[in-house]
């Protein structure tokens, strides 16, 4: 490697390191409309009651997942903020079904069991057997999860997807990769 490449090669470099940074953080605005909540960021949409299908379909359309809740902490967390901001007598869906496998309820997310439920008494019951859908409901001011005919109405939440893990030394090992692929084109364009 002449040194004129190795030059521009660690010019390229010090221009790959600064994007993986910003990505592993959510900037302010660019969060907007999603509010941070614990250690999540959601879209609390109070203003249309939806099915659980358009739910989903809503919250794709904000490039985000209808909300599946994975620890006690998040529950606690979400819980307080509906509780603390007038929505104790609302219902919401939540990301997860048993449409597929009756009485598994898997998540949206990732295809796989949730790893967290708060049921309330003597749910899930699948009523009339036919809920199929998660819902979070107050029962004596509490919020817990339902079993829900997948075709009611209630609230979306929805869940900003987390950024992934990145990784500098992914980045240099792409970088070289597609460096050593034009080493005679020294420029960072490729
Ligand atoms: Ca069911
Ligand atoms: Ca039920």
Not at 60 to 68: C, E, G, T
Not at 136 to 146: A, D, E
């Amino acid at each position: 490697m002449g040194l004129t490449q190795y030059f521009i090669l660690i010019l390229c470099f010090a221009g790959v390191l600064p994007q993986s940074i910003n990505i592993s953080n959510h900037g302010e605005n660019e969060t907007q409309p999603f509010i941070e909540i614990g250690s999540k960021y959601y879209l609390i949409n109070t203003a249309t009651n939806m099915n659980w299908f358009s739910a989903v379909l809503y919250c794709r359309n904000y490039d985000s997942d209808l909300v599946v809740i994975e620890s006690e902490a998040e529950m606690n967390a979400l819980s307080f903020y509906l509780t603390t901001n007038g929505h104790i007598e609302r219902h919401f869906w939540l990301g997860a079904t048993d449409l597929a496998d009756e009485g598994k309820f898997m998540s949206l997310k990732d295809g796989r069991p949730m790893l967290y439920a708060k049921w309330s008494g003597g749910q899930p019951d699948n009523a009339g057997q036919n809920e199929d859908c998660l819902h979070l409901w107050p029962v004596n001011n509490i919020f817990h999860m339902n079993d829900e005919n997948c075709m009611a109405q209630h609230y979306a939440i929805c869940e900003l997807r987390q950024p992934k893990k990145t990784c500098d030394v992914c980045d240099l090992k792409n970088f070289m990769e597609r460096y050593m692929q034009h080493t005679n084109v020294p420029n960072c364009r490729n």
